[in-house]
């Protein structure tokens, strides 16, 4: 757990890289973001509560939403 908990130290726990790496001054303005990439699984899930968000359902925080892969018909 020491090991861990050393190596964990040398990480950045906004972006998960080595500190060494994303403080490094000679990186400043050579990082770049690419667009996003959905999730489609909390795409559906953020589709399905939806309905449970207008006040009506009772503790809709309390609502756990899973989702899945359909299995394909035969």
Do not use: W
Not at 42 to 68: C, H, S, V, W
């Amino acid at each position: 757990m020491l090991a861990l908990a050393e190596h964990e130290a040398t990480m950045c726990p906004l972006c998960g890289r080595p500190l060494s790496v994303c403080t490094a001054p000679e990186v400043e303005g050579k990082v770049e973001v690419p667009p996003p990439t959905r999730c489609h699984f909390t795409n559906a899930i953020e589709q399905a509560r939806k309905p449970y968000q207008d006040g009506k359902a009772l503790n809709p925080g309390a609502l756990m939403f899973t989702a899945r892969l359909r299995q394909p018909r035969p």
